[in-house]
């Protein structure tokens, strides 16, 4: 295994987990996620939504690693995540919570790393 194909392998799990993870908290209405999606001005009812995306980025992600034949779906995957965290970094600015602009940043960066490696490996 090249360096780069292990960044990929390294990079994308970690992607996949942090994305199932957030998503989970999203679908459970987690404290955190309600205060800070008020504090941007996301709707309460958009949550299930953005937690189905955000899981299907993540099993997009999984399964074009886990077969060559499905690159393209996890390369896919890994650029409607980049836009869906892209979003949020919006929102976050355009209601000026900066204090916390980093967790987005977090997700966005993984998921342009991983289209990245998925492209390049």
């Not at 958009?46 to 993540?58: D, Y």
């Not at 099993?59 to 690693?65: S, T, V």
Request: aromatic share 6%; charged share 5%.
């Amino acid at each position: 295994m090249t360096g780069t194909q292990l960044a990929h392998l390294v990079v994308t799990l970690i992607t996949v987990a942090a994305n199932a993870g957030i998503a989970a908290a999203d679908l459970a209405g987690a404290r955190f996620v309600l205060a800070n999606s008020a504090q941007v001005g996301v709707p309460r009812s958009w949550l299930p939504r953005l937690a189905t995306l955000k899981l299907a980025g993540a099993a997009g992600l999984l399964l074009g690693l886990l077969d060559a034949s499905l690159r393209p779906l996890g390369a896919a995957a890994a650029c409607g995540l980049a836009l869906l965290y892209l979003g949020a970094l919006a929102f976050h600015l355009r209601a000026r919570v900066l204090h916390n602009l980093a967790f987005p940043g977090f997700y966005f960066a993984t998921a342009v790393a991983s289209s990245a490696l998925t492209v390049s490996s």
